[in-house]
């Protein structure tokens, strides 16, 4: 059991609906960190708190939000990988930390990125593997299918951070769909720095990516185009899709860092 406080804090920017919908990622299924090696928490704690997910770059890099960093201070926080059970996973320090220069935590919520140098390194294994960065300026795959992993919440009814990896597929939104969705609120979406995606919702289920998902990467074919970064709907909205940061815009950025 974890406090309000917590998860509010995780994924301040959604707007939870407690008690009013059960959702399960919401609605996802149990997924086995074998197919999501990439995936590493964030954790607070001593690694007992998930805080956000990471995606594996290299044996000493990580990928996630920026906004995870003001959650838990990097110098105190952990990162735990290998695990399915992210708790039962192997520990490492964070040894340094660079957040994107004009992220502010405020509307409209853009260069949402950071990266982690770690040490010890990663031992790489069946569990441990780093995924791709896209080119520089690949356009965005509108229309394609996504694997999403995370520890994030599970259900709102008892209210708790699932300790197992839970799987989703999103579809990539169109980025004038997307733009078009988030015109005029706070979080406008600016498809050069952010991409959207979304969960299948036609059985009238809510489902998706939920308060501790955030950092964690939107792959497709081995390669992650977007870290998970606000979801202005809630969890599993219906109409309006996560927004991502962009990966492929910030090549440049992150390579400087590897
Ligand atoms: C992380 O840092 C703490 C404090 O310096 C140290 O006690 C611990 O052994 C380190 N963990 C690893 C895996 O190196
Ligand atoms: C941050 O924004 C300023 C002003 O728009 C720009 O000149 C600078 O290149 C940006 N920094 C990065 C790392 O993109
Ligand atoms: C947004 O979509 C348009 C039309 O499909 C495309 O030309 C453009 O490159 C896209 N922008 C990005 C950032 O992918
Ligand atoms: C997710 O997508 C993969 C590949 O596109 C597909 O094989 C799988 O059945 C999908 N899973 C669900 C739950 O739709
Ligand atoms: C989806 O998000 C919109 C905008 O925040 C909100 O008005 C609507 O109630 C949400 N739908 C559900 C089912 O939560």
């Not at 299924?29 to 607070?44: L, N, R, V």
């Not at 599970?154 to 990896?165: D, Y």
């Not at 733009?179 to 299948?200: L, N, R, W």
Request: hydrophobic residues 35%.
């Amino acid at each position: 059991m974890i406090s309000l406080i917590n998860i509010v804090c995780i994924f301040s920017v959604f707007s939870l609906a407690l008690g009013r919908h059960t959702l399960k990622i919401v609605e996802g299924e149990d997924a086995d960190i074998k197919d999501y090696p990439y995936m590493a928490a964030y954790t607070g704690n001593k690694g007992g708190r998930l805080i956000c997910g990471t995606a594996i770059i290299n044996e000493n890099t990580l990928l996630t939000a920026a906004h995870c960093m003001f959650f838990e201070k990097p110098s105190e926080a952990t990162i735990t990988y290998g695990a399915t059970i992210f708790y039962e996973g192997t520990q490492t320090n964070i040894s340094q930390t660079f957040i994107h220069e004009n992220f502010t935590g405020k509307s409209p919520f853009t260069n949402d990125i950071a990266v982690l140098k770690i040490d010890p390194p990663l031992v790489f294994s069946e569990t441990v593997q780093p995924i791709k960065l896209p080119q520089s300026n690949t356009p965005n795959p509108e229309g394609k299918i996504a694997k999403f992993a995370g520890w994030g919440i599970s259900s709102f009814e008892i209210f708790h951070i699932t300790t197992k990896l839970q799987k989703v597929n999103l579809t990539i939104t169109d980025n004038e769909t997307c733009e078009g969705i988030f015109k005029g609120t706070d979080h406008p979406v600016d498809s050069e720095k952010q991409i959207c995606a979304q969960a299948d919702t036609s059985d009238g289920k809510m489902r998706g990516v939920c308060n501790g998902d955030s950092g964690g990467p939107l792959v497709i074919d081995g390669v992650t185009y977007g870290i998970t970064s606000t979801g202005p709907g809630g969890c599993g909205n219906s109409t309006y899709p996560t927004i991502y940061t962009r990966v492929a815009n910030y090549i440049d950025w992150i390579s400087d860092k590897l």
